[in-house]
């Protein structure tokens, strides 16, 4: 029996991938430290759970209407309007199971197979995996350590065509930790107004940001009719497995989000947008406590990291994770790339890091190695972890 064609282009999130090396080898008796998995050890704060045990108990158990409750959709319209100062009603949200699922039925909704799309590369691997299903050619856009894993403005304009229909960012970003300036998202906004490009912006870790003030693309005025703003609750509020993100768009293109949406899970779980508004609504301490938390972590793992011979890391701006430049400890080593050198933690040092090449391919000219560590773990781990792989390079 054959399969479709298109299934051919379809890519996967590897991160997942190593974690099941990792319950292998788990389950092989060996201590495996793990960096390799994005989401945060916390568990979801007890009032937002308890928000959704007393949906459960009134039964709020059925469908719901496709793209979200009116109720959670007005929560979600209040909460942006705040906090990215514009003006959007709930007739400009479209709810779904994870942000994931946003990006899918995003990147459906507004190419067509031979458009281009310009994707942030090292990137969430999800963005290129999708474009290539729906036939569109995926353009990378560097992000460059020498511009703190921020893009050069004149190489996004020359990848513009007549063809490009969308670009995507990502900020704060996964997997360097970069995040872009006002003066960036600017840039942006003007090459999508001169060119009419849609924008996907994916603003997932807005709330886990160490310094400075976040910047939205959807502040900038004009932009909220040409942006598709990603955002959900498994970063910020813990809750990764509840499976709840959403979209802010122009009302026209959430319609035909919430088109995608019914035909694909129909709704998302009912009890679970319960607990979403008491997220955005109720106290936000346990927030700012994690974000505390992960900024020791990332202070920790950054020192760490910059102690070993050969390793060298930049302290990101925001979201969990290090982005570090192992050039030198894989010339050491005597380690071809990136992917050796995360076999080698793995299976010689019991450490699971992911490799640059689990965010895209490298970039042209791209010489240098990099690997992703996710610092959402105790600090205890960060430092046997760190001491592993100081053990490992300076050997
Ligand atoms: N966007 C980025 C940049 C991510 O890193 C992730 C998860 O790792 C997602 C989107 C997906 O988030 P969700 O759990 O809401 O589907």
């Known amino acids: 029996m054959e399969f479709a064609k298109r299934l051919k282009n379809l890519g996967i999130e590897n991160s997942f991938n190593v974690l099941g090396r990792v319950m292998k080898l788990r389950e092989q008796g060996k201590d495996i430290i793990s960096f390799c998995i994005g989401e945060p050890d916390f ?15 009134k039964n709020m158990t059925h469908y719901g209407p496709s793209g979200g409750l009116p109720v959670f959709k007005k929560a979600i319209a209040s909460h942006i309007s705040k906090t990215r100062d514009i003006n959007v009603s709930e007739e400009n949200i479209c709810v779904s199971a994870g942000a994931k699922a946003i990006i899918y039925y995003a990147i459906h909704a507004v190419l067509n197979p031979g458009d281009e799309a310009i994707f942030p590369n090292p990137g969430y691997p999800i963005y290129e995996s999708i474009i290539n299903f729906v036939g569109g050619k995926a353009v990378p856009l560097p992000l460059l350590e020498s511009k703190s894993f921020s893009f050069d403005t004149d190489t996004l304009r020359r990848l513009v065509t007549k063809k490009t229909k969308l670009i995507i960012i990502n900020t704060p970003q996964n997997p360097t930790g970069g995040f872009l300036s006002r003066e960036d998202l600017q840039v942006v906004a003007d090459i999508s107004v001169k060119n009419n ?24 005025p004009g932009m909220l009719e040409r942006t598709i703003l990603v955002n959900g609750f498994s970063k910020a509020y813990a809750m990764t497995g509840w499976r709840l993100g959403f979209a802010v768009t122009n009302k026209d293109l959430a319609r035909e989000l919430i088109r995608l949406e019914n035909n694909c899970v129909a709704c998302t779980t009912t009890f679970n947008q319960f607990a979403g508004i008491e997220a955005l609504n109720g106290p936000q301490n346990s927030v700012d406590e994690m974000v505390a ?4 972590r990332r202070n920790l793992i950054v020192k760490l990291l910059n102690d070993i011979n050969g390793i060298s890391c930049l302290s990101p701006k925001g979201a969990f994770y290090a982005f570090p430049n192992v050039t030198k400890a894989c010339k050491s080593l005597g380690l071809k790339d990136s992917e050796e050198f995360q076999d080698y933690l793995l299976f010689n040092h019991g450490v699971a890091v992911l490799a640059r090449t689990s965010f895209g391919k490298k970039n042209e000219n791209e010489s240098e190695e990099y690997i992703r560590l996710s610092y959402a773990t105790s600090k205890d781990n960060i430092v046997e972890g760190l001491k592993r792989i100081k053990k490992a390079v300076e050997k």
Not at 43 to 57: C, S, V, W
Not at 197 to 220: K, P, V
Not at 293 to 296: A, G, H, L, S
């Open 293 to 296: 938390e992960y900024k020791e």
């Open 197 to 220: 490009i849609w924008i996907l912006a994916d603003e997932i870790y807005s709330r886990i940001l160490y310094e400075g003030e976040f910047n939205s693309i959807l502040s900038i």
């Open 43 to 57: 568990n979801t704060p007890e009032n937002i759970k308890k928000a959704a045990i007393d949906a459960l108990n």
